[in-house]
């Protein structure tokens, strides 16, 4: 069980968009893919994924590449066992170039509260520096 469960209400919805927040901002692949169903389908830009051990080896390859990964998420919309977001995240390569990324996110959920879908659109803009408070 990952609570909150669907169906959503507004309050649950904002819950488990902060949560996936939180989880995503620790930047460990093993802590974020224990919210997803087992076969959980991804969509990530371009890449296309299945499962856990997936997730893992694509996050663990992120978060070697995106450094000093932060990350903001809003809830857009919500119904039953759905829930939309935005959001926008700030990080540097290895060259020192910052950038902000910025996307929408469409989940959908089993009933024990794991995302068994995300599908995830990206945009990333170069810019000067991280902001103090990321915009999304």
């Given amino acids: 069980m990952r609570p909150p469960l669907p169906p959503f209400t507004e309050e649950t919805a904002r819950l488990k968009v902060r949560l996936a927040q939180d989880a995503w901002n620790t930047r460990d692949p093993e ?3 224990l919210a997803y169903t087992e076969d959980s389908e991804w969509r990530n830009r371009d890449v296309f994924l299945t499962g856990r051990d997936e997730i893992v080896a694509f996050l663990t390859a992120k978060w070697r590449r995106e450094l000093d990964y932060r990350l ?3 809830l857009w919309a919500f119904t039953g066992d759905r829930i939309a977001v935005r959001f ?12 902000r990324a910025y996307g929408n996110e469409n989940w959908e959920f089993d009933p024990n509260g794991l995302m ?14 991280p902001s103090a408070r990321i915009p999304v």
């Fill in 88 to 99: 926008a995240y700030e990080y540097h390569d290895t060259a020192g170039q910052w950038f």
């Fill in 31 to 33: 802590q974020v893919a």
């Fill in 72 to 74: 903001r998420k809003e």
């Fill in 116 to 129: 068994r879908k995300r599908y995830a659109g990206i945009n990333d803009v170069p810019i000067a520096a």
